[in-house]
């Protein structure tokens, strides 16, 4: 069965830097969804990416599959307050009707 | 606000007992899915429904069972609660497809 790994489980990060988080898959990825929750809070989707190459952006945060559709990248510019959370990676699971989901990534911003 | 609502917010119960956990989903959306979200074992998908049917099963208890009404409201039902129930029971909806899933604010469940 298809698993998704992130890297790292736990980033702190000063504000204002930069930052990638990564997630892997075992298998060939169909459709790849950047999540992220804020603590003891519901998952707000961020991104959705379905082509080998693709690139979205959202505000601050870029998101890309790569050309083999295995690894997705989430990257943040000019880190805020506001974006620390968990992000987690979703993606279309043998069955059409749910997705896998990475462990996520905690992000800490630090002031 | 994603338009999908769950009740209730907190649930504190006993080993042993049973609780039911409603959730409405966004208006339009036909599917529904459980999930539960613990400390150690992260988002786990536990069931999905379609317009009233189960369409897929995850890493689902037994002692849990749940059904989506005609109205498209769903509640999940745990039964002979363990304190490793204890967890956030998150619902979300979507139109059909299992993309871009819109998540309700979760219940937290603590069992003593």
């Known amino acids: 069965s298809q698993e998704l790994e992130q890297s790292p489980q736990s980033l702190i990060v000063q504000e204002g830097k930069n930052l990638t988080i990564n997630c892997t898959s075992s298998k060939t990825l169909y459709g790849l969804y950047w999540y992220k929750q804020k603590y003891g809070e519901g998952l707000i989707f961020l991104m959705m990416l379905q082509k080998g190459g693709e690139e979205k952006s959202h505000e601050k945060i870029t998101a890309k599959l790569d050309e083999k559709k295995q690894q997705s990248s989430l990257h943040i510019t000019a880190s805020q307050p506001s974006h620390a959370g968990i992000y987690l990676c979703?993606?279309?699971?043998?069955?059409?009707?749910?997705?896998?989901w990475g462990a996520g990534t905690k992000l800490i911003i630090k002031p | 606000d994603s338009g999908v609502t769950q009740t209730p917010k907190h649930l504190i119960t006993a080993t042993g007992q049973r609780v039911t956990l409603r959730c409405s989903p966004r208006?339009?959306?036909?599917?529904v899915y459980w999930y539960q979200q613990s400390l150690d074992q992260g988002l786990q998908f536990l069931i999905q429904y379609y317009n009233g049917e189960e369409r897929a099963k995850g890493n689902i208890l037994e002692r849990f069972s749940a059904q989506q009404f005609p109205d498209l409201h769903s509640e999940l039902n745990l039964s002979s609660l363990e304190l490793g129930d204890s967890a956030l029971y998150f619902c979300?909806?979507?139109?059909?497809?299992?993309?871009?899933?819109?998540f309700g604010p979760g219940t937290r469940l603590t069992v003593l």
């Open positions: 208006s339009g959306d036909l599917s």
């Open positions: 979703g993606a279309d699971g043998d069955s059409n009707y749910q997705l896998i």
């Open positions: 979300a909806s979507s139109v059909v497809r299992a993309s871009e899933q819109f």
